[in-house]
């Protein structure tokens, strides 16, 4: 299942633009502020990779040539349930989409704190 080959590789990106996230906290804390540009530049890379691999989903789902199945996949992507919870691979392409929603919303949070703390009014949340 190519799909979970792509969910793993958007938790790892996940997991890189966390730890960078992460990183640029800690340096607007110390108010170093040329490792803060960096680490921002520094964020631009996984954040690519991370529409590309979104991209190469939903390629895929349109490439699939049965429509039903293409549906039923898209459905795992958006609920994460297995439609089948019998089959192996359906139940850890669905735990890889939850883990990612859970990191996803960890870097989500803390970037908003972080932007309103750089932009203070003029942040990209307001």
Do not use: F, I
């Not at 960078?20 to 490792?35: H, I, K, W």
């Not at 939903?58 to 089948?84: F, I, K, T, V, Y």
């Amino acid at each position: 299942m190519d799909v979970l080959v792509q969910m793993k590789r958007t938790g790892n990106l996940l997991n890189e633009l966390w730890d960078l996230t992460q990183q640029l906290g800690q340096s607007m804390d110390r108010r170093d502020e040329v490792s803060t540009q960096m680490l921002v530049a520094m964020r631009e890379e996984p954040l690519a990779k991370l529409q590309a691999a979104d991209q190469a989903v939903r390629d895929q789902l349109e490439a699939m040539p049965d429509r039903e199945e293409a549906a039923q996949l898209a459905e795992m992507l958006n609920s994460g349930q297995p439609a089948d919870p019998a089959q192996r691979s359906q139940t850890m392409l669905c735990d890889q989409v939850a883990s990612n929603r859970r990191r996803l919303s960890q870097v989500v949070q803390l970037d908003r704190v972080l932007n309103q703390r750089m932009g203070r009014e003029k942040s990209a949340y307001q």
